[in-house]
């Protein structure tokens, strides 16, 4: 059984410079992606919940894409300020951040249990 009440899953894939589909590294989901494990810690959340690497999400085209489990919600992420918010609202109080929300993939969303 896991100790972990989320896993943060960010895309940090990266794709060869003019690739149609682009990719979430070159619009800065590594460094994102590292701003998310720094929230982690200045919330005091380090072994409760744990942000991740993912490889391609295929999402490529809302931007840098973050998926949260156990919810399983989608979302884009363009700015720190959106990793603080996402960290603060949904994972600290369990609302949905809905201006974040990732188009078509988050279908009747669930309802989050702090």
């Not at 682009?22 to 590292?34: D, I, Q, R």
């Not at 974040?100 to 249990?113: F, Q, Y």
Request: with cysteine; glycine share 12%.
């Amino acid at each position: 059984m896991s100790k972990f009440t989320h896993h943060i899953f960010m895309c940090v894939n990266e794709r060869p410079k003019g690739d149609p589909r682009g990719c979430c590294a070159a619009l800065g989901s590594v460094e994102l992606h590292a701003f998310f494990k720094k929230e982690v810690e200045r919330l005091g959340l380090k072994g409760i919940v744990r942000a991740n690497k993912a490889g391609c999400l295929d999402q490529c085209e809302y931007g840098p894409s973050v998926v949260i489990y156990p919810e399983g919600v989608w979302y884009w992420v363009g700015q720190e300020t959106d990793v603080t918010e996402i960290m603060e609202r949904h994972i600290g109080k369990g609302e949905i951040v809905e201006r974040l929300l990732m188009p078509g993939k988050n279908g009747s969303l669930p309802t989050i249990k702090s």
